[in-house]
């Protein structure tokens, strides 16, 4: 069993920096590839990033590709996203999930193999 518990999402201008941060309970985290997605209104969740079991390899959406940035830290069961340049189309509910589902990257990328979602958090881009 995994918890999870997103924090960081604000109302930002075109052009800025935000950090969202995805906070694990439980002691088997480093067991769990991880991954950031969105879902805008009337939109369905979509992928963003996502982490490797050990944060090793990464992968991206190619919306995001060269702008935002996922990490993880093991050892404080923590899964961070820095999001760069951002732009108004970035606005959306920002929900970290875990998965134990084989496949990496490409299961990744699908909401359907994460069993555990945090409650999102709102990121906001004013242009």
Not at 6 to 28: H, I, P
Not at 31 to 50: C, D, I, L, N, T
Not at 92 to 120: D, E, F, H, L
């Amino acid at each position: 069993q995994v918890q999870l518990v997103e924090s960081g999402g604000e109302l930002v201008q075109a052009g800025d920096s935000l950090g969202l941060s995805c906070a694990a309970s439980g002691r088997t985290f480093s067991s769990y590839v991880m991954g950031w997605f969105r879902q805008a209104p009337g939109k369905e969740r979509e992928f963003v990033a996502s982490i490797s079991k050990s944060g090793s390899t990464t992968y991206y959406a190619d919306s995001v590709k060269g702008r935002f940035t996922i990490s993880r830290d093991n050892a404080k069961n923590m899964v961070y996203l820095q999001m760069n340049s951002l732009k108004p189309e970035d606005t959306a509910v920002y929900y970290c999930g875990a998965s134990r589902v084989g496949g990496w990257p490409i299961a990744s990328m699908t909401t359907k193999n994460y069993a555990y979602w945090g409650q999102g958090t709102q990121v906001t881009v004013s242009s």
